[in-house]
T-cell receptor
Framework: LAKTTQPISMDSYEGQEVNITCSHNNIATNDYITWYQQFPSQGPRFIIQ???TKVTNEVASLFIPADRKSSTLSLPRVSLSDTAVYYCLVGDLVLSGGSQGNLIFGKGTKLSVKP | DTEVTQTPKHLVMGMTNKKSLKCEQHMGHRAMYWYKQKAKKPPELMFV???????INESVPSRFSPECPNSSLLNLHLHALQPEDSALYLC???????????FGPGTRLTVT
């Protein structure tokens, strides 16, 4: 099972770019990398997903090096409303041969954005 | 409609009670999930349904019993729970396995 490691917390100021790195040294060939955001007392919200190289959407970018042993979530120009916990997930729920897949949330990075 | 709804929002139950949590989505998603989240911890996957069949059971105690009556509904039946089962129970759905998941707001469960 791929285990992920993230910084426990990060601080930033409004308007800055924030990069959160997740380590997943034993990622499997079929595993995807997904990031979620969670506010207190709410369910997680999908941010971005990737398999390799770089993925960009309207809210974030995800950088994955060739060896896929880490990934970096990049949030451009954060605002106060980006204060939340950010989770890195690695896993695959679809395995061949009848094996059961798995999806494990990292421990999360608490991002605090200050004015 | 991109919403996953969960009822009830809060539930307090005794250790001898039987209760059910409900989850509903109308996005046409064919995968649905139950997670358990303790305070200040990440969500832990409990069950996964794919095309209304139980696909993954993460060795969850039998006092938790999932049910998927149709592609839009997911239930979690609770019986003889322990105080340590108190947590936020999250439901999610996705177009299929490996696609991004949409989470509901959760049910805050307290077992007394």
């Amino acid at each position: 099972l791929a285990k992920t490691t993230q910084p426990i917390s990060m601080d930033s100021y409004e308007g800055q770019e924030v990069n959160i790195t997740c380590s997943h040294n034993n990622i499997a060939t079929n595993d995807y990398i997904t990031w979620y955001q969670q506010f207190p007392s709410q369910g997680p919200r999908f941010i971005i997903q990737g398999y390799k190289t770089k993925v960009t959407n309207e809210v974030a970018s995800l950088f994955i090096p060739a060896d896929r042993k880490s990934s970096t979530l990049s949030l451009p120009r954060v605002s106060l409303s980006d204060t939340a916990v950010y989770y890195c997930l690695v896993g695959d729920l679809v395995l061949s041969g009848g094996s059961q897949g798995n999806l494990i949330f990292g421990k999360g990075t608490k991002l605090s954005v200050k004015p | 409609d991109t919403e996953v709804t969960q009822t009830p929002k809060h539930l307090v139950m005794g250790m001898t009670n039987k209760k059910s949590l409900k989850c509903e989505q109308h996005m046409g998603h064919r995968a649905m999930y139950w997670y358990k989240q303790k305070a200040k911890k990440p969500p832990e996957l409990m069950f996964v349904y794919s095309y209304e069949k139980l696909s993954i059971n993460e060795s969850v105690p039998s006092r938790f019993s999932p049910e998927c009556p149709n592609s839009s509904l997911l239930n979690l039946h609770l019986h003889a729970l322990q105080p340590e089962d108190s947590a936020l129970y999250l439901c999610a759905s996705s177009q299929a396995l490996t696609y991004e998941q949409y989470f509901g707001p959760g049910t805050r469960l307290t077992v007394t």
